[in-house]
């Protein structure tokens, strides 16, 4: 091989060239570059999104409300009778059982009321028997007057007694019965008397047995607004004790969903049966609070508020009771109430977020058989726990898309992904939930429940 070196003197002079005139390069390069491929366009992929079936579910139609609780057994500890309290017998939060005494009132006063009234009925005894012996020297005086009066006419008819002696024995003869009459009378108010007397002795005693304050009702007892030492008045609120074993739930539907409840009750009535109000305690209704999954506690529907509909909130109110035997439902707790209205239906579910709005009305995005999206409009009823419940539109096979809707519009091909849909806890898409203690359910009213969640392929 030979290699030739070109001379010092002409290598400084290409060297120059290139420093002072740089685009000659760049021009050496585009004019290189022009001879090659053109660079060919290529579409980007699909974009790739989640489809699935729709849920075919047994479904029980139902009502949602919020509600309140409020406590079946409550009352206040009040004061009978005035006094200064001497003790107070509980501590607060307590459990305490009717007729427990709960606070001591000071009794001096009352006891000698009492030993006053009694002595009063004892004189009032005495003065009945004073009464009655008055009585009975009465009588006696009126006999004997009788006695005179029938001698001086007898006399008088035979011309041998005086007009003046037979006037004599007309006078004392209705003397001793006006004086006979009065005796009787004195009885009668001294009888009297005495009755007065007796009512005052129970009033009285009854007062001193009202200076032991007893508990109304069996429950847990409040603290205490009255301490030892304090002047107390007659009526005056001392304490309030709380039966939380049962409580209410009032709430209220709208005149629309009293006609939907009555409606789909009658419908599930035999032939021939009349649908009577006493028909709505038999129906079940579920309860759940702020923290709860899914709806345990059990009760029944309790009272229908007779006035009937509120015509200033076009609502009614209603109320259910329900056990509650670990006091897990406090009074005034706020309370999300369910009721069946209707034996089960079967329906279409989706996921909440795959239902989309527009102007045009509610709608899913599907993926046909051409692999593009279409739009569907759809119907619904309800939704229940993150699924919509769909009435009209949507098939039960299509594929409808539940993730990647951000990607996806009407008539844009997609790469479809397919998943199932697993629909955790049914019950509560039925209208039910698994009571968290079995001593919260009705036996007679607890349904049927399903354990195994429900999936699509």
Not at 124 to 144: L, P, T
Not at 426 to 447: V, W
């Given at each position: 091989?030979?290699?030739?070196?070109?001379?010092?003197?002409?290598m400084?002079?290409?060297h120059?060239?290139?420093?002072?005139?740089?685009?000659?390069?760049?021009?050496?390069?585009?004019?290189?570059?022009?001879?090659?491929?053109?660079?060919?366009?290529?579409?980007?992929?699909?974009?790739?999104?989640?489809?699935?079936?729709?849920?075919?579910?047994?479904?029980?139609?139902?009502?949602?409300?919020?509600?309140?609780?409020?406590?079946?057994?409550?009352?206040?500890v009040?004061?009978?009778?005035?006094?200064?309290?001497?003790?107070?017998?509980?501590?607060?939060?307590?459990?305490?059982?009717?007729?427990?005494?709960?606070?001591?009132?000071?009794?001096?006063?009352?006891?000698?009321?009492?030993?006053?009234?009694?002595?009063?009925?004892?004189?009032?005894?005495?003065?009945?028997?004073?009464?009655?012996?008055?009585?009975?020297?009465?009588?006696?005086?009126?006999?004997?007057?009788?006695?005179?009066?029938?001698?001086?006419?007898?006399?008088?008819?035979?011309?041998?007694?005086?007009?003046a002696?037979?006037?004599?024995?007309?006078?004392?003869?209705?003397?001793?019965?006006?004086?006979?009459?009065?005796?009787?009378?004195?009885?009668?108010?001294?009888?009297?008397?005495?009755?007065?007397?007796?009512?005052?002795?129970?009033?009285?005693?009854?007062?001193?047995?009202?200076?032991?304050?007893?508990?109304?009702?069996?429950?847990?007892?409040?603290?205490?607004?009255?301490?030892?030492g304090?002047?107390?008045?007659?009526?005056?609120?001392?304490?309030?004790?709380?039966?939380?074993n049962?409580?209410?739930?009032?709430?209220?539907?709208?005149?629309?969903?009293?006609?939907?409840?009555?409606?789909?009750?009658?419908?599930?009535?035999?032939?021939?049966?009349?649908?009577?109000?006493l028909?709505?305690?038999?129906?079940?209704?579920?309860?759940?609070?702020?923290?709860?999954?899914?709806?345990?506690?059990?009760?029944?529907?309790?009272y229908?508020?007779?006035?009937?509909?509120?015509?200033?909130?076009?609502?009614?109110?209603?109320?259910?009771?329900?056990?509650?035997?670990?006091?897990?439902?406090?009074?005034g707790?706020?309370?999300?109430?369910?009721?069946?209205?209707?034996?089960?239906?079967?329906?279409?579910?989706?996921?909440?977020?795959?239902?989309?709005?527009?102007?045009?009305?509610?709608?899913?995005?599907?993926?046909?058989?051409?692999?593009?999206?279409?739009?569907?409009?759809?119907?619904?009823?309800?939704?229940?726990?993150?699924?919509?419940?769909?009435?009209?539109?949507?098939?039960?096979?299509?594929?409808?898309?539940?993730d990647?809707?951000?990607?996806?519009?009407?008539g844009?091909?997609?790469?479809a992904?397919?998943?199932?849909?697993?629909?955790?806890?049914?019950?509560l898409?039925?209208?039910?939930?698994?009571?968290?203690d079995?001593?919260?359910?009705?036996?007679?009213?607890?349904?049927?429940?399903?354990?195994?969640?429900?999936?699509?392929e």
């Amino acid at each position: 091989h030979v290699v030739l070196h070109p001379e010092p003197a002409t290598m400084n002079r290409v060297h120059a060239v290139l420093f002072k005139c740089p685009f000659v390069l760049i021009w050496a390069v585009f004019i290189a570059g022009c001879g090659s491929p053109k660079n060919a366009y290529v579409p980007p992929p699909p974009p790739e999104v989640t489809t699935a079936k729709p849920v075919k579910q047994m479904f029980t139609p139902f009502l949602q409300e919020n509600g309140v609780i409020e406590a079946v057994d409550q009352a206040e500890v009040r004061a009978r009778v005035r006094g200064i309290v001497e003790a107070v017998k509980f501590e607060p939060g307590k459990d305490v059982t009717q007729g427990e005494v709960l606070y001591q009132i000071e009794a001096e006063s009352y006891r000698a009321a009492v030993q006053s009234a009694r002595a009063a009925v004892e004189a009032s005894e005495a003065a009945i028997a004073v009464a009655q012996a008055q009585v009975k020297v009465a009588e006696a005086k009126y006999k004997e007057t009788q006695k005179n009066l029938a001698r001086e006419e007898n006399l008088m008819e035979q011309n041998a007694g005086s007009q003046a002696m037979l006037d004599a024995a007309i006078a004392a003869n209705d003397a001793a019965s006006a004086s006979r009459e009065s005796a009787i009378a004195n009885v009668e108010a001294a009888i009297a008397e005495k009755g007065r007397n007796v009512a005052a002795l129970a009033q009285s005693q009854l007062d001193l047995d009202y200076t032991m304050v007893r508990s109304p009702i069996d429950g847990r007892i409040t603290a205490t607004d009255v301490k030892a030492g304090n002047l107390v008045e007659d009526g005056g609120k001392l304490a309030t004790v709380v039966n939380r074993n049962e409580v209410f739930a009032n709430f209220s539907i709208s005149d629309r969903a009293m006609l939907d409840f009555m409606k789909a009750r009658r419908a599930s009535m035999k032939p021939g049966e009349q649908y009577t109000e006493l028909d709505w305690s038999k129906v079940p209704v579920y309860l759940r609070r702020e923290s709860d999954e899914g709806f345990p506690f059990v009760g029944v529907l309790d009272y229908v508020n007779q006035e009937g509909i509120d015509a200033q909130t076009g609502t009614l109110g209603l109320r259910s009771r329900h056990p509650n035997p670990d006091a897990s439902l406090f009074p005034g707790l706020f309370v999300t109430v369910r009721i069946p209205i209707g034996e089960q239906v079967e329906a279409l579910l989706v996921p909440e977020h795959a239902v989309l709005r527009d102007r045009r009305g509610q709608f899913v995005l599907v993926v046909n058989d051409e692999a593009k999206v279409e739009r569907v409009a759809i119907s619904t009823s309800k939704t229940v726990t993150g699924w919509t419940v769909v009435e009209s539109g949507l098939m039960p096979d299509a594929s409808v898309i539940v993730d990647g809707l951000q990607r996806a519009r009407p008539g844009l091909e997609v790469k479809a992904v397919r998943k199932p849909l697993t629909v955790e806890g049914q019950t509560l898409l039925r209208g039910f939930s698994i009571p968290h203690d079995s001593d919260n359910a009705i036996e007679s009213i607890k349904p049927e429940i399903e354990s195994e969640p429900f999936e699509t392929e």
